[in-house]
């Protein structure tokens, strides 16, 4: 969860994302980062910051695991067999597909989103 407080602009999320992009060699295991990395990524974004309290490297981290999570997700409705992923419309369920994808999402809420949604960061995802 999101520290109270904490927004993000997409414009921030995607700042965010391509700054890590550039320090992938400082990522370790599992695509985490050091703190040291969130301190500079603080000063990339801080000039975006739109509402909310400025962020600190705790909640950069938060929001890296929480994309880490998302991707996890797109990942596996990638991987699940009779949807085809498209970056624009997502899953792109309609009439045909909607009783799989609906048993789906009960086993798997978070991949709700994503039903006729893509997801904006997916490529650049793949540190």
Not at 33 to 56: A, M, N, W
Not at 66 to 94: C, F, M, P
Not at 104 to 118: D, E, S, T
Request: charged residues 25%.
């Amino acid at each position: 969860l999101m520290p109270s407080g904490v927004s993000w602009s997409l414009n921030e999320e995607k700042s965010f994302v391509q700054f890590l992009l550039g320090h992938k060699s400082e990522a370790g295991y599992g695509g985490t980062f050091k703190g040291s990395t969130y301190q500079k990524g603080v000063k990339h974004i801080s000039h975006l910051c739109e509402r909310g309290p400025p962020k600190d490297s705790k909640s950069l981290q938060n929001k890296w695991n929480a994309l880490k999570k998302t991707y996890r997700v797109v990942l596996a409705i990638q991987a699940a067999s009779g949807w085809v992923w498209d970056n624009e419309k997502g899953a792109d369920i309609n009439i045909y597909s909607a009783l799989s994808w609906d048993d789906y999402v009960k086993k798997h809420p978070a991949a709700k989103p994503f039903r006729n949604r893509g997801w904006v960061h997916l490529e650049n995802m793949a540190l």
